[in-house]
């Protein structure tokens, strides 16, 4: 089975600053994906950031990157320029790139335990 | 887009009763929907996948007699807390994962707040 750990139970950032957010998973297979969820006190979940095993560039987009490295089974988040809005609890996840017979389970998605991000002004 | 609509945001209901709760794809068709659970500032852990037209698996642990789930179409799943107790409150989210984008991410609702009183 995956499991996915996030050792940073709380993060605090300044405004404008950059911050980085720790992940590692693991797995014995080959084809797979990571993501990093945010979920705002709305708790709303809202995809920040996907990365596919088989590529080796860092996935960006806009304000945040991640630096993937495969081999350390280690997946951050980086979160350049930080906002007010940036503030909430990330998780990075996991999703096999295997479908099972059927496919009945494919998409499932196993979550780290969560960091919670403040941002100060 | 692709949304997911979750309903009832918040419910209370009252121990012993059962509570709905539905998970519904507007603009796509979900093969399979995956319903969590999240306690405050805890992880989401999942606790059934729901396959339309077919019986739900349930994660280890998650007792399938107290949370009833139904998939009886591509765009509706349901999940139903039965002779609910206090224990039972909590966060809980759906996500559904497109039919027409199989490798797309998933698609989560907005989640229900459940309170056994």
């Known amino acids: 089975a995956q499991t996915v750990t996030q050792s940073q139970p709380e993060m605090s950032v300044q405004e404008a600053e950059t911050v980085t957010l720790s992940c590692t998973y693991d797995t014995s297979e080959s084809d797979y994906y990571l993501f990093w969820y945010k979920q705002p006190p709305s708790r709303q979940m809202i995809l920040v950031i996907r990365?596919?095993?088989?590529?080796?560039q860092n996935a960006t987009e806009n304000r945040f990157s991640v630096n993937f490295q495969k081999a350390a089974k280690s997946f951050s988040l980086k979160i350049s320029d930080s906002q007010l809005g940036d503030a909430a609890m990330y998780f990075c996840a996991y999703r096999s790139g295997r479908r099972n017979a059927g496919g009945t389970s494919y998409g499932k998605l196993t979550f780290g335990q969560g960091t919670i991000l403040t941002v100060h002004p | 887009g692709a949304v997911v609509s979750q309903h009832p945001s918040r419910v209370i209901c009252k121990s012993g009763t059962s509570v709905k709760i539905e998970c519904r794809s507007l603009?796509?068709?979900?093969?399979?929907m995956f319903w969590y659970r999240q306690f405050p500032k805890k992880s989401l852990m999942l606790m059934a996948t729901?396959?339309?037209?077919?019986?739900?698996?349930?994660e280890q642990g998650v007792e399938k007699d107290k949370f009833l789930i139904n998939h009886a179409s591509l765009t509706l799943s349901t999940l139903t807390v039965t002779s609910a107790h206090p224990e039972d409150s909590s966060f809980y989210i759906c996500?559904?994962?497109?039919?027409?984008?199989?490798?797309?991410?998933?698609?989560f609702g907005n989640g229900t707040r459940l309170t056994v009183t």
């Open positions: 990365q596919e095993a088989y590529k080796q």
């Open positions: 729901s396959n339309e037209g077919s019986k739900a698996t349930y």
């Open positions: 603009d796509f068709q979900a093969t399979t």
């Open positions: 996500s559904a994962r497109s039919r027409q984008n199989y490798n797309s991410p998933l698609h």
